[in-house]
DNA sequence: CGGGATATTGATTGATTTCAATGTGAGTGG
DNA sequence: CCACTCACATTGAAATCAATCAATATCCCG
């Protein structure tokens, strides 16, 4: 466990790279990161912040992986969520972050200040409704994620991420996986050995397909769904 | 599984119940209830409201104890949180509630429409700032809970849940747990077999003390917070 | 063509579940 | 007041699933 933290971290977010786009929101928070936002890159591996620290800043994943973790004291780490691109993230906590953000790929933010943000959802009720509506949104997944790891086999846990993955990805039937079998793994409260296994067993059963470690085909999805209970 | 919900549903809300108190919201939020609720008594395992209904109410808790819990299609149950008095509930899903709210002991309510809330916060910035306070706190716990299910042994996980009783108990050895085994083997992900044996553990462990099966002192608070991790 | 990280597979152990029986306590009615 | 009962809790034995320990295998990347 606590891998390599390669800390090629990148510039931080800095005044003055602020592009001096004068236009003002129109479309809601959606277009905040566009006229606010500051593009930031993220090398692979590199912390976008840490469990603590003061949460000043809201993301946007542009493209690329983020993911959102905790780290117990033995070192056993639990993947909160994996942010895709469009996915807003950095909400968690008002004063301080209380996960800690890392790219699992090279990835492309944008960055709005959480008090402009704030101001602006005071002046702009549709602001505020989408603030809301990614709380919501945030605390949903929480409970699916809940759900998932509460009481479900090996097999329904990687059947429900496999779901959720092609769904995100707004794929139908096959996906690219950016993130390891590790970070599955501690997505899933799972070793990498399950992991592996379990999707070995899926591909026997023809329920999946493995062209490459991290494309899976999803040939049976039905059988998946009704592994997702 | 599936328990009896013996269905003696109390007295839904109902216009015609509020009290004539005509004096304006003074303290934001936490008066709205005292201003605009109306009370409600829930028997002992009646529900409050179930997974899929509209979500027209906000509730507070008076006293009394509620479970809120989703249900696997094998009748595997999640409970997803615990409300003890003073907790405010039902803010779970924008349109429909994700998840059903049962009554785990006698308990009184007061409840509010929804509408009336958001309403309030629209002109009170105050109230919007409560209720915003308030999913964040069920984000907090949400995620609390997931690092609980994630990768946490049995003694973990009690360790966790009897210092999170405590503490929310405002006590600072002794609870009394409102709940049964069930209900707490499905908050956390244990069966009834195995937060038996792990309490008697930690009893021979001197860790705990059990008075009686509801009545826990935690006699090494020290040892339980080392679980904790 | 290495070489290191990542992934798969195998063998074994171990914690928790499952199946099963017994114990306990609160409420009820005789 | 006691016996009875029903729900809930504890305890035991066996089975099971995932973790752990360990050995390859594969895939990138330079």
Known sequence: MLKQTIEVRSTRPSAGLRPPVPAPARHA???SFAVMGAPLNVARNAEIY??????????????????????????RRQISAFLLPGDVFGLDGAEEHRFTAEAIADTTLVFVRRSALTALAARDGEVANDLWRMAAADLRRAHEHMLLLGRKSAQERIAAFLLEMVERAEETDTVDLPMSRLDIADYLGLTIETVSRTLTLLENAATIE???????????????SRLNA
Not at 211 to 223: D, E, F, G, H
């Open 29 to 31: 928070l959606a277009d």
């Open 50 to 75: 840490g469990e603590g620290e003061p949460a000043e800043y809201v993301y946007k994943v542009i493209s690329g992986v983020v993911r959102t973790y905790k780290l117990l004291s033995d070192g």
């Open 210 to 224: 493995l062209p490459s470690t991290r494309r899976i085909r999803l040939a049976n999805k039905a059988a998946l």
